[in-house]
């Protein structure tokens, strides 16, 4: 009813929508935060997320080969992120790893188990610090804004986190190969292909909505 009744004031002639969100929250930041919200909500509700997430790990190069596939996992948790938000993604993509973890009888107590949950998160915060347009960066990019009176135009800070969070990345399957190294003999398997179902999987007439909205 209140963001309702400032959407009507925003009709009589007092002012924009912007005018009434900085008179009664003091910026408009709180009315970009409110939107990417809703807007992360039903992407997750109209099950794109999950398309998504299978579309990466199921392709036929990681079948039989377990650092592709933890690779794949690694960068739908990094671009979901991006386009949609961390938390949402993060438990999406633990979900998916479970079922793998049941099938090939990982248990948490192993190595490769706690990599592969940490380094969804891990992946997961480097992408959604890319795009200009969670509530997070908003946020911040706001503040920096009226503390130095500098502004941050969309292409340089997508640009620069992108070279930053990608070397991140990088830095961090190496790490996970050459440092921890895991047993992964158990995803070695050429015949274990977990999400063959998953590939010849259409979207649906919501997802592809979606899709053109994000």
């Known amino acids: 009813p209140s963001l309702l009744g400032l959407f ?55 079948v039989g080969r377990p650092w592709v596939l933890s690779f794949l996992i690694f960068l739908s948790a990094y671009i979901l992120s991006a386009a949609v938000g961390a938390v949402p993604v993060i438990i999406l993509l633990w979900n998916i790893f479970y079922h793998v ?3 090939t009888g990982y248990t948490k107590k192993d190595k490769y188990t706690g990599m592969m949950i940490a380094g969804i998160v891990f992946t997961a915060i480097l992408g959604v610090t890319v795009l200009p347009i969670k509530a997070f960066t908003i946020i911040v990019l706001s503040t920096f804004e009226k503390v130095s009176g500098l502004g941050v135009d969309f292409l340089s800070f997508t640009l620069t986190n992108l070279c930053i969070t990608s070397v991140a990345f990088a830095v961090w399957m190496l790490v996970c190969k050459y440092i921890f190294k895991p047993d992964v003999r158990r995803l070695s398997d050429p015949n274990n292909d977990f999400f063959a179902e998953f590939r010849e999987q259409k979207m649906s007439a919501e997802q592809k909505i979606a899709a053109v909205f994000l």
């Open 101 to 103: 973890c049941q099938i």
């Open 8 to 62: 009507a004031l925003s009709l009589t002639g007092y002012g924009t929508l912007q005018v009434v969100f900085k008179a009664g929250f003091g910026d408009s930041v709180t009315l970009q935060v409110l939107f990417m919200f809703l807007f992360a909500a039903y992407l997750d509700a109209s099950g794109l997320n999950r398309y998504l997430a299978y579309w990466f790990i199921s392709r036929k190069a990681a």
